[in-house]
């Protein structure tokens, strides 16, 4: 600790502000001085709050901030509060950006729900509810009001196994409206969206999907994949020759009799913003820099925005952005350390990638392979040099892109985690070995951050979907 | 090095006959209970062959096992060389599946595929320790697609996803031969 006091004390003689401690990365060449110091507050440890696995908040956060207009004001129709971190985050809570949504059944203004603490991932694509997010106050929509979806010439319900790292989505597919942005989920409105419910009772211990994710793994009550994506398999999961073990049709609920089908496109869960009527081909992330870090155990909360649409309003403007196209399997291209991964790294002779780099805003941290010292007990996985560990890595676009250099750095978040931080600027974690390079939540910050889904142009029609562009 | 084994038809005939708890008349009838329980696999129809620890033939009847049961179209079982290793590969729409091994025995599987691979299937009679280590790689609260990291008695690999790809690297330490490293394999 006093070692740890010590460096403190000569960033603040070396006349380096506190409250550049979240200044996020940037493009330009590795200078010392030009980077933000470690995030200093909170180093007492205090008492965290208990852990409340479902946090239903009421829709309280009504405000947008953004990195080029940290102040928080009110959220344009196409506009979404983030925040990050709040009175009853956890450690589930790292870097965590989520939102609210509005949903109903079909058709109907008063069979409705208003549901918080949605992860918004940009690593996925649909809306995936726990059943337990149903229950919030004023709810007259339970999780299973929403009409199966059904595909022609089968005689159950569509139910879905969507597999992710931490593990498998499983549950019924039903159809919603959804409403969200602006005044109270007046903004925008698309209806008739395949949305999952992620239920798995009856699926425990089967072989339809092993490990299924439940609500009290998480403290959020769902995802919102807002990826590259517009489907959440796309045509891969229409063909059912392919057996992909994605969609099932279940007589009997998931405990009855489920079989592997092929589901059109139109019926599988879809990134529900693909669906509006104009602000369809993309969303933007974006937190302000000189937000994080700043939690010292009492104000934790971090707000940021998520923006619908690209080039659609005057807010969502990519005039001054650059562009970085993804490949087919969302790939773009990473070097780090003279490793080159993504889409011009390493592939297995067909064709198909051996590693990964992407942006993820469900991933939260900077996941990759380097010897820094990784932390212990509660940050296992993440790492936890003795002091600040200035790095850079080069971004290119899978096609026809200029290379950008990214500088971030990496320390050791504990006293800030102990302290109730849960925006962690510099938090960075092991991919083990090196098979990628994730560019996770602590990338969004100080930046906006362009998603353009597939297929789908912005930018005057130069660009089409899958890029990032910030 | 102690290891788990379960029942599995590309070893069983190994591994019963060094069971001392088997009596002699059991033994004896060994080659009836060996083609009952071929019998009664097939009927059963796919199941979980030996694949890491076992014998690299072993990804041929898993290919051939689970073409009979299933649509896909797999294709068939290659042998080829990453460096100085060989591996048997075989591919179907959705993943495609490689095992590297040395004499008569698989060190080290990697599959890559539009979803999850099948760990049950590749790692055989390692799958219980690989589920447990799993489940506490889930439990460090890294999001929901931090890689997840694989070290564990007899395991070390790692799986890994954007959300559009999943690719998995698991390694057998104690097989590996000494100049085999990780990173060479696709």
Known sequence: MNSRLSRIAASFLGGLALSACSGGGSSSAPTPSALPPICTKGLAAKSRPPQNPIKVLGGSVTTCATAANPTASTCANNQMPLVIGDTTATYYDINSPQTSVKICAPGSTTNCAIIDSILVDTGSSGLRLFPSAFSSAGSTLASNGLPGVTVFGQTGTLYECQGFLSGNAFGPVGKADLYFGGTNYTGEMVSGVSVHVMDPSGANGSSICPNPISASQFNFNGIMGVGLAVQDCGSFCAVGANNADVYFNCTGGSSGTCTNIGVPTNKQVTNPIALLATDNNGVSMSFPAATVCSGDGETPLVAGTLTLGIDTQTNNSTSALNLYPADQFGNFTTVYNGATYGSAGATDGSGNPTTLAFIDSGSNGLFFTDKIAQCGSNLQGFYCPAGREALSGVIKGATGSAAATVNFDVADNTNALNAGDYALLNLGGSFNNPTGFDWGLPFFYGRTVFVGFVNKSAHSGAWTGPYWAF | ?186
């Open chain 2, 1 to 186: 090095m102690t290891v788990k084994m379960k029942t599995s038809l590309s070893d069983d005939g190994r591994s019963l006959s060094k069971r001392d708890e088997l009596s002699q008349s059991v033994r004896s009838r060994l080659p009836f209970l060996l083609v009952g329980l071929f019998c009664v696999a097939g009927l059963m129809g796919p199941v979980a062959q030996a694949t890491l620890g076992g014998s690299p033939d072993s990804i041929k009847s898993d290919r051939e096992s689970n073409a009979k049961t299933q649509a896909r179209k797999f294709s068939a079982v290659k042998t080829d060389k990453q460096g100085a290793f060989e591996f048997k590969e075989y591919s179907h729409a959705s993943h495609r599946v490689r095992q590297y091994y040395s004499g008569d025995k698989v060190f080290a599987v990697t599959c890559s595929g539009r979803t999850q691979c099948d760990h049950k299937q590749l790692l055989g009679a390692y799958s219980d320790e690989f589920d447990a280590e799993l489940q506490k790689s889930r439990a460090l609260h890294r999001g929901l697609r931090a890689p997840i990291q694989i070290s564990s008695e007899h395991l070390t690999g790692s799986i890994v996803s954007n959300g559009r790809i999943f690719i998995s690297k698991i390694v057998l330490k104690d097989a590996a031969p000494a100049d085999f490293v990780l990173e060479e394999m696709p």
